[in-house]
T-cell receptor, first 114, second 117 residues
Framework: DTAVSQTPKYLVTQMGNDKSIKCEQN?????MYWYKQDSKKFLKIMFS???????INETVPNRFSPKSPDKAHLNLHINSLELGDSAVYFC?????????????FGQGTRLTVV | AQTVTQSQPEMSVQEAETVTLSCTYD???????LFWYKQPPSRQMILVIR??????QNATENRFSVNFQKAAKSFSLKISDSQLGDAAMYFC??????????????FGKGTKLSVKP
């Protein structure tokens, strides 16, 4: 009964390709997020999304786009992959609108662009 | 803009001893949460402890406790009776309680904790 699950765990792809990472949460949370962890382990938010509002970190290239088919899913699409996109991407969710609590994280997806 | 600073890139502690990890933050807001997350080699992000800024009492979770100094904008983590399984990266994080960015975590750069047997 994984609370936040993301697939795949590992993704190796060539420059210029388009790829997606899927995320699902079964916690009934109202808000989902994508974070990027770089090679120095620094974590930075990319997007936060509930069913009404998408907040985008201004530093995220528009090649990255979140897609939410329903409240339990927030997938990450990346177009025209570049070497610098190699990182670990974490999906997370939290119950923000009804009283902020901690974020629960998926296990991460290690993306390697070659 | 809010920032979180962890000034100790690496720390080491002897098994069964106590260690304190430092965290400072900068914000002009009064309502926020602070967290410590642990990331072991498995990569999983695990919540260690949470502190609401409006609470004066320091949070504790078993062997983990914090020293929250709101005026000084300081939020240190104390690990007592350190165990080998405590070895991990520890991240201090901040989030607003209200507003459009509520829930968005701002992380420090992390402290790598080693535990010596």
């Amino acid at each position: 009964d994984t609370a936040v699950s993301q697939t795949p765990k590992y993704l190796v792809t060539q420059m210029g390709n388009d790829k997606s990472i899927k995320c699902e949460q079964n916690l009934g949370h109202d808000t989902m997020y994508w974070y990027k962890q770089d090679s120095k382990k620094f974590l930075k938010i990319m997007f936060s999304y509930n069913n009404k509002e998408l907040i985008i970190n201004e530093t995220v290239p528009n090649r990255f786009s979140p897609k939410s088919p329903d409240k339990a899913h927030l997938n990450l699409h990346i177009n025209s992959l570049e070497l610098g996109d190699s990182a670990v991407y974490f999906c997370a969710s939290s119950r923000v609108r009804t009283g902020g609590t901690e974020a629960f994280f998926g296990q991460g997806t290690r993306l390697t662009v070659v | 803009a809010q920032t979180v600073t962890q000034s100790q890139p690496e720390m080491s502690v002897q098994e069964a001893e106590t260690v304190t990890l430092s965290c400072t933050y900068d914000t002009s807001e009064s309502d926020y949460y602070l967290f410590w997350y642990k990331q072991p080699p498995s990569r999983q992000m695990i919540l260690v402890i949470r502190q609401e800024a409006y609470k004066q009492q320091n949070a504790t979770e078993n062997r983990f406790s914090v020293n929250f100094q709101k005026a000084a904008k300081s939020f240190s983590l104390k690990i007592s009776d350190s165990q080998l399984g405590d070895a991990a990266m520890y991240f201090c994080a901040y989030t607003l309680l209200y507003g459009g960015s509520q829930g968005n975590l701002i992380f420090g750069k992390g402290t790598k904790l080693s535990v010596k047997p």
